[in-house]
């Protein structure tokens, strides 16, 4: 309405400015009022990398053949005494290994072909390396061992696994150790351990948390690798 008015009779200005008085109001300057009572502003960051870890890659374990074997099918690995293989898994009376010279060629072969040459637990007592559940009792219910004596064994379903085999009341008693992500052992994904030796060590110290004690590695002499 204003400017309409201002437009149709520009000789009444004054009677307009008067109705409408053209007030100009100060700029307001761009100032932020501190409360000097207020604490900086504190940025809290979480320590550590939380991106997902990387797979913990495990050393190779270094097997030997010890005989030669001529494969029967495509599925099995021709291998000559002396050769040098990465075992990659149990399947059966099997292993699936991949040759370590030559063409990296890999298949099948007897399980009682092939030797471990390098073992990084060989120096713990407790360990017996690749054996069977079978022998492993056979060995705990020996007339040398009683109740608390145990074993450690590679596991019979996963090669980068273990199991504990433990007697207890005139029975044994299998525990799977299973290999988490970023190469931490564990039997309860509640608590897990950098080395099979710490994990070990554990469950020596608090035996109701596995259920059963472990008191003293097995005693029955054990067969030396190679």
């Known amino acids: 309405m204003e400017d309409c008015c201002r437009s149709c009779c520009p000789c009444l200005n004054r009677l307009w400015n008067r109705i409408w008085p053209d007030i100009r109001y100060p700029p307001v300057p761009n100032l ?5 009572a207020a604490h900086p ?5 979480i320590s550590g990398d939380i991106r997902a870890p990387s797979p913990k890659k495990r050393p190779v374990q270094l097997y030997a053949a010890l005989f030669d074997f001529q494969a029967r099918s495509d599925d099995e690995l021709t291998v000559k005494e002396g050769d040098k293989l990465s075992v990659i898994e149990k399947r059966g009376d099997y292993v699936l290994a991949k ?19 390098q073992d990084e637990f060989a120096k713990h007592k407790w360990y017996y390396g690749n054996i069977n559940r079978v022998k492993a009792e056979k060995l705990l219910l020996a007339s040398q061992n009683k109740d608390g004596a145990f074993l450690v064994r590679i596991s019979e379903s996963h090669s980068d696994e273990y199991t504990i085999s433990a007697r207890s009341e005139g029975k044994i008693f299998h525990f799977r150790i299973q290999r988490s ?5 564990f039997i309860s994904d509640k608590i897990s351990f950098a080395t099979l030796g710490e994990l070990i060590s554990h469950y020596q110290k608090n035996p109701r948390s596995l259920g059963v004690n472990l008191m003293e590695p097995c005693a029955q002499q054990r067969k030396r690798k190679l």
């Open 99 to 117: 040759k370590l010279t030559g063409s990296p060629q890999s298949g099948l072969i007897p399980a009682n072909y092939v030797a471990l040459l």
């Open 32 to 36: 932020v009022i501190a409360n000097p």
């Open 41 to 45: 502003a504190e940025i809290r960051t």
């Open 181 to 185: 992500v970023i190469g931490a052992y």
